[in-house]
């Protein structure tokens, strides 16, 4: 079994569209994170979640929008595409909102907007 | 949060051991050094980290400097399948914090 798991893995879309991206963990994880990772290959925190509650909501456009309907799943809502959004999205679960919490990652969900 | 310094690059040869540097002369004294690799199209994976002593697992080594300033990611007989981007990480102390990646160091390994 995949412990984090990530679908679709691959997302090619029209700007303008609005796409969502699912995130699951199977570990028993209370934190739940979304990183993107651009074409320089930078990885960049964009949202944190612990319990269902939001706790780390960096820099991001509010056409992306986090969901949780309960601690083992993190959802990304992406409204109204655009080219620069393309990149490629890890889901991340670590035990806890600290330090001593391993994040383990999924595969990642590569979108490209044209 | 405080900022790491790796170099960009290093080669290796197989079976031989790897020693990544990574330079962190404003960290606190809270900070954890974390190291995350990431192999080519996957996600990150966590390798190591540590305080102030020296940590061994079955992936690698951590060797942390007494005045924790800097560190050393050891893999003690490098394999094909240890090329990857190895990132050294400060981690707060503090809950809530999340991971900070930087530029991190490619490591290539030749047969």
């Known amino acids: 079994d995949t412990a984090v798991s990530q679908t679709p893995k691959y997302l090619v879309t029209q700007m303008g569209n609005d796409k969502s991206i699912k995130c699951e963990q199977n570990?028993?994880?209370?934190?739940m994170y979304w990183y993107k990772q651009d074409s320089k290959k930078f990885l960049k925190i964009m949202f944190s979640?612990?319990?269902?509650?939001?706790?780390i909501n960096e820099t991001v456009p509010n056409r992306f929008s986090p969901k949780s309907p309960d601690k083992a799943h993190l959802n990304l809502h992406i409204n109204s595409l655009e080219l620069g959004d393309s990149a490629v999205y890890f889901c991340?679960?670590?035990?806890?909102?600290?330090?001593?919490?391993?994040?383990?990652f999924g595969e990642g969900s590569r979108l490209t907007v044209l | 949060d405080a900022k790491t310094t790796q170099p960009n690059s290093m080669e290796s040869n197989e079976e031989e051991p790897v020693h990544l540097p990574c330079n962190h002369s404003?960290?606190?004294?809270?900070?954890?050094i974390h190291w995350y690799r990431q192999l080519p199209s996957q996600g990150p994976e966590y390798v190591i980290h540590?305080?102030?002593s020296n940590v061994n697992n079955r992936m690698a080594s951590l060797a942390i400097a007494e005045d924790r300033k800097s560190s050393t990611l050891i893999l003690h007989r490098a394999t094909l399948r240890d090329a990857a981007v190895y990132y050294c990480?400060?981690?707060?102390?503090?809950?809530?914090?999340?991971?900070?990646f930087g530029k991190g160091t490619t490591l290539s390994v030749s047969s």
């Open positions: 570990l028993g994880h209370d934190t």
């Open positions: 404003t960290i606190s004294g809270t900070d954890y």
């Open positions: 990480i400060l981690r707060s102390d503090q809950a809530g914090t999340a991971l900070i």
């Open positions: 979640y612990n319990n269902k509650e939001l706790i």
């Open positions: 540590g305080l102030t």
């Open positions: 991340a679960s670590s035990q806890i909102a600290g330090v001593a919490g391993e994040l383990f």
